[in-house]
């Protein structure tokens, strides 16, 4: 309620909206400021590091040494287009994001949905929104509230431990990390899309080869969840139904290198940065 009155305050002052942000739009950003000043300057305490993940070398084939008669030979791995997805019903574990800048609690809760550790409901949401302020600090996002090191925090709250943020330097890269990571622990990635300033849950893929055995496989996309739809976005178009396969084109479009306005992030800007699962679900599920 204070929040709103010294909104209200700042309003009567004189604000003027430009063409760039409606009443409501600017209001809702005024209150905003206001909250973070009542909330105190963001906390200047540990995070969860941010992993650089260089690429993989490239291994000089070796000549096997001859076999024995009797030895079996060990059958060579069969290269074959691959279409995998984790959620069989990706409705069941949707979450709108309740407010526009709520994309990261509502992946996170989507992310515990699957896992059995949540709810889809506005109410959890609220609930894990309204939490922030435990795990928030400044070396994960300059400007408070949510960035990836909080995101990995909560879901350890709710009970899914072992997200490691992981920073990649091309995008192939860090769709087929993930998409190993999904295959080993049967668990949904978090991608860090819009160049660091919207929340997409990586659920499946598809790829011209099994990326857990074939290191040069080709990612040809990713089913996601994606917590703006049904809304529209003026800036990266309509978003998409639940469980959408997004091609490669549309990666490029919408999974960009980190990049903030609010300043430096040496650990990850230029890199593209994923939530990556490490834990096997049945070991905590």
Not at 92 to 104: L, P, Q, T
Not at 113 to 141: C, I, M, P
């Amino acid at each position: 309620m204070l929040a709103v009155i010294l909104a209200f305050g700042i309003l009567g002052l004189g604000t003027v909206a430009t063409n760039a942000f409606g009443a409501g739009d600017l209001f809702e950003r005024l209150v905003a400021k206001v909250e973070r000043v009542i909330a105190g300057p963001v906390p200047d305490r540990s995070t969860k590091p941010t992993v650089e993940m260089t690429p993989a070398p490239t291994l000089t084939p070796t000549i096997p040494p001859s076999l024995s008669p009797k030895a079996t030979p060990t059958p060579t791995p069969v290269r074959a287009a691959v279409d995998v997805s984790i959620t069989d019903d990706p409705k069941a574990v949707f979450a709108h994001e309740a407010h526009k800048d709520w994309c990261s609690p509502a992946g996170v809760q989507m992310t515990l949905a699957f896992l059995g550790k949540a709810n889809t409901s506005d109410a959890f949401q609220a609930e894990l929104a309204s939490r922030v302020h435990e795990w928030e600090s400044s070396k994960d996002s300059l400007n408070g509230e949510w960035g990836p090191g909080a995101m990995a925090l909560a879901l350890e709250a709710y009970g899914a431990p072992g997200y490691e943020i992981r920073a990649y330097r091309s995008r192939g890269e860090a769709i087929r990390d993930a998409a190993i990571a999904i295959t080993k622990t049967s668990s949904p990635a978090i991608l860090l899309a819009w160049r660091g300033a919207h929340t997409w849950v990586m659920t499946g893929y598809r790829a011209d080869a099994d990326p857990t055995t074939f290191a040069d496989a080709n990612m040809t996309g990713a089913y996601i969840l994606d917590p703006w739809y049904p809304w529209n976005s003026s800036i990266w178009g309509q978003s998409d139904p639940p469980g959408t396969f997004q091609d490669w084109p549309e990666m490029e479009r919408n999974f960009l290198p980190w990049k903030r306005p609010e300043g430096k992030y040496p650990d990850r800007d230029g890199k593209f940065i994923v939530l990556v699962p490490t834990v096997t679900v049945s070991a905590y599920r």
